[in-house]
C-alpha cells in the first residue's frame, strides 16, 4: 500500500466534545474551520495524490479545506461514517449510564460484544471500516493518501492496519484535527506519527 496521513475532523457545533455524535451530520465550528486551515497550512507542501473522507459534514469540509491547496477532490465514503450510536446519539455519557446501563458497563469494560440500542455494534463498525481497505489497495507504494474521518473510524484503522486487537483501540488518543501517519509496507505497518497537533498552538 503507501503513506497514509490520517487526519481527525476539526471541532463542531453541538458541543462534540462531551456528546456522542456518530452519524448525525454535525457541522464545523468556528474554531472547527480554524483547525482544518492549520492543518490546511501544515500539508501544504506534502505531496498528496489522493484525499478521501467520512461522507459526513464535518470530515468533507474539512478535507475540502486540506484539499484547495492540493487541487484534488475529496472522495466522500460511507465507510468513513463515525460509528451509528442510534438511540444514544447526541447524549452525553452520564445520560447513556443513565437510560442504557447495560450499555455502558459493556463500554467501560471495552467490550467487543458493544451494540448501541438501534444503532450499531462494534463488529458491525469494525467490518463496515475494514472496507476501506479495498481502497487503499488500489494505490501505487509510493503515492501518499490522505483520509479524514472520525476518532472511533481511525483508531480502528489503526489497529486494522498495524494487526492490532480491535479492543485495544480505546487506548489511542485522537484529538480534533490532529495528524497521524501510518507507513505500509509488504511485510505490515509502521506507525511514524500520533495525535500531532503542533499545528494548532
Known sequence: MSRLLLVRHGDTELNSAERYWGHSDVEL???GLRQAERLRDRLAA?????IYS?????????????????QLDVITCAELREINFGDAEGLTFDEISQLYPEVTKLWV??????EYPGGESIDQFNNRVSKFQDRLEKHAPEQTILMV???????????QLLGIELRYRWQFRLDFASLSIIETYRQGAVLSLLNDVSHLR
Open 149 to 159: 474521518a472520525h476518532s472511533g473510524v481511525l483508531r480502528t484503522l489503526v489497529c
Open 54 to 70: 467520512s461522507d459526513l459534514l464535518r470530515a468533507s469540509l474539512t478535507g475540502k479545506i486540506i484539499a484547495a491547496r492540493h
Open 109 to 114: 469494560e471495552r467490550s467487543l460484544k458493544l
Open 46 to 50: 506534502e505531496k498528496i495524490d489522493a
Open 29 to 31: 465550528s468556528a474554531a
